[in-house]
């Protein structure tokens, strides 16, 4: 008698969602829970704490009333937003963008780089990431069935005990090429970064933009912050036609007009990339939301008439400096942000109680973990541990920081700053 197989249990999960760990939102958000401070000061996650600017605001308001702009938009993007795009980042790009064959709209920068991801990895080929990393980037390499080769940023050595800038966060171009392999099919660059705020220069991106056209290798270049720079900002695309030809650049609405909630995104490349970064898309969710896409079709027309660009640099610069003069007070290093809005901070000096209860989970993780527990529960302000942007074998080389956000109104920073003083009776030579 023929043996009968054990009948699936059609309630298991995909390998691909069931193995994750406890991720570290839902951590946070427990510490935050079990706090008798309240309400916390979220300066963990990076969603700003103030509207988009009424220009902004008002062509997405405009934009509903428009029947057209209630429909599906064609899958690529709305035409008036790609040819904001072009007109906007063309001068970046030191050529004529074409609306048609070189930007795609996508539902968010993050479903954007899914998109990249799944036209292009194979099962079996190999994506290296530099460490730390946004935590969206190794499942959506996971999903389109990528392997991932990991590099680390190294810290400054100084770090421990004074401020560095945050360009000080340096990869080893040796162990970046011993990373690569005939299998290794495309390159994961952020800059400006998170959670680091590091701004790659030109010879650091042409290091490694020449080491990808060496081997072959696609770039998918993260450049979410690119309206938010402290230092000079170099596209790698920019840098010559040999690396623009393997270059996918991710820009992101959001970041750019203060709107994280809305989900518009875009991928600007050569045709012979966008287009299957596009058919990708069409699969994944067809088209992105059309009001929204309209809206910031506007918001391109007219920002830099208005001075939006220049205004925005200037307004998040001294929100840095407004938060980051805490560290001061309290004696503790931190890495200067040259773009984006993170700042690290170096905790060594924190000296949490030793027989402090911290829950199992918890407790199992690097000390940054251990930190963001404390400061959140004790303190009441919420912080991400960067570890979880690293994997277990360079995890200790960030266990002594944590990542804050200062895109928040001055009100909250304040607060932020009052609580924080509380960490002094915490605080070692």
Same mark, same amino acid.
């Given at each position: 008698?023929?043996s ?38 979220n ?7 103030y509207?988009?600017p009424? !220009?902004?605001?008002?062509a997405?308001?405009?934009? /509903?009333?428009?029947?057209?702009c209630? @429909? $599906? #938009? +064609? ?6 937003l ?13 050529r ?23 036209? !292009?990895v ?6 290296? /990431? ?5 935590? @969206? $980037? #190794? +499942? ?24 560095a ?5 340096t ?35 042409l ?54 909630g ?58 840095m ?33 030793h ?37 277990p ?25 009052e ?11």
């Amino acid at each position: 008698m023929a043996s009968q197989s054990i009948p699936r249990d059609p309630l298991q999960p995909a390998e691909r969602v069931s193995g994750q760990k406890q991720d570290v939102w839902s951590i946070v958000n427990a510490a935050a829970a079990a706090s008798p401070v309240q309400p916390i000061v979220n300066m963990g996650q990076g969603f700003f704490g103030y509207n988009p600017p009424p !220009f902004v605001i008002d062509a997405a308001k405009r934009a /509903l009333d428009q029947v057209e702009c209630n @429909q $599906y #938009s +064609p899958t690529r993007g709305r035409p008036r937003l790609k040819k904001a795009l072009a007109a906007a980042y063309s001068p970046f790009f030191n050529r004529q963008l074409d609306p048609d064959t070189e930007i795609t709209i996508s539902t968010g920068a993050n479903e954007g780089m899914l998109c990249a991801f799944m036209a !292009f990895v194979e099962p079996g080929d190999e994506v290296i /990431l530099f460490e730390p990393f946004f935590d @969206q $980037y #190794s +499942p959506n390499i996971e999903m389109a069935g990528g392997a991932i080769k990991y590099v680390p940023f190294h810290p400054p050595a100084r770090g421990d005990w004074e401020v560095a800038s945050a360009g000080e966060w340096t990869v080893d171009i040796e162990e970046l090429r011993k990373a690569i392999t005939p299998k290794t099919r495309m390159m994961v660059l952020n800059s400006p970064h998170n959670p680091v705020g590091k701004v790659f220069t030109r010879e650091e991106l042409l290091e490694i933009g020449n080491l990808c056209v060496e081997h072959s290798i696609l770039i998918l270049s993260d450049e979410v912050y690119d309206a938010l720079y402290y230092k000079p900002f170099t596209r790698i695309a920019t840098l010559s036609p040999a690396i623009d030809r393997l270059t996918l650049s991710v820009g992101s609405a959001g970041k750019s007009f203060y709107a994280t909630g809305w989900r518009v995104g875009w991928l600007i490349g050569r045709e012979h990339l966008i287009k299957y970064v596009a058919a990708a898309h069409t699969r994944i969710c067809y088209n992105s939301p059309s009001p929204l896409q309209e809206a910031a079709a506007v918001g391109f027309e007219e920002a830099k008439d208005r001075g939006f660009w220049e205004q925005s640099k200037r307004d998040m610069s001294e929100r840095m400096e407004r938060f980051n003069a805490i560290w001061g007070e309290l004696g503790l290093p931190y890495s200067v942000p040259e773009g984006g809005y993170f700042v690290m901070v170096n905790m060594k000096k924190v000296q949490m109680p030793h027989d402090y209860d911290f829950p199992s989970h918890v407790a199992e993780r690097p000390r940054d973990f251990h930190l963001s527990w404390f400061l959140t529960k004790e303190i009441g302000v919420a912080a991400i541990p960067p570890t979880e942007f690293y994997t277990p074998a360079h995890a200790h080389m960030a266990e002594n920081y944590l990542r804050f956000a200062f895109c928040k109104p001055n009100d909250v920073l304040d607060l932020a700053k009052e609580r924080l003083r509380g960490l002094k009776k915490y605080i070692g030579p």
